[in-house]
Nanobody, 129 residues
Framework: QVQLVESGGGSVRAGGSLKLTCAAS????????MAWFRQAPGCGREAVAA???????NYEDSAKGRFKISKDNTKNTLTLQMNAMKPEDSAMYHCAGGRWGCTLISGRPSMVDVDEANWGQGTQVTGSS
């Protein structure tokens, strides 16, 4: 069983930056596919960025050019650098890990076994104007 713990959330002004960190622990640590999902009140869950085992990355359209996902296999951490923040970025951000790799669903990043993924508790991000 893998435990995922997110940190780094908070309130940030429009145009500012935040760096989210997901720390993985347990027998498996980082999974083959690691991704950041977010969900705002009244909205569905969406993947913001995904990092596959082959090193490839995919981003949700609104995050392209602003966010960067990276991982450190030695430290067992996954990060999401968020730049040029917008109020629309406000959401609960969750770290997720899947065993069978990342994929695209309707052109958006996701993971093959998203229903069986490990999830963190989330960290709140609030963007203000």
């Amino acid at each position: 069983q893998v435990q995922l713990v997110e940190s780094g959330g908070g309130s940030v002004r429009a145009g500012g930056s935040l760096k989210l960190t997901c720390a993985a622990s347990g027998s498996t640590a980082l999974s083959k596919c690691m991704a950041w999902f977010r969900q705002a009140p009244g909205c569905g869950r969406e993947a913001v960025a995904a990092f596959d085992g082959d090193g490839s990355t995919n981003y949700e359209d609104s995050a392209k050019g602003r966010f960067k996902i990276s991982k450190d296999n030695t430290k067992n951490t996954l990060t999401l650098q968020m730049n040029a923040m917008k109020p629309e970025d406000s959401a609960m951000y969750h770290c997720a890990g899947g065993r069978w790799g990342c994929t695209l669903i309707s052109g958006r990043p996701s993971m093959v076994d998203v229903d069986e993924a490990n999830w963190g508790q989330g960290t709140q991000v609030t963007g203000s104007s």
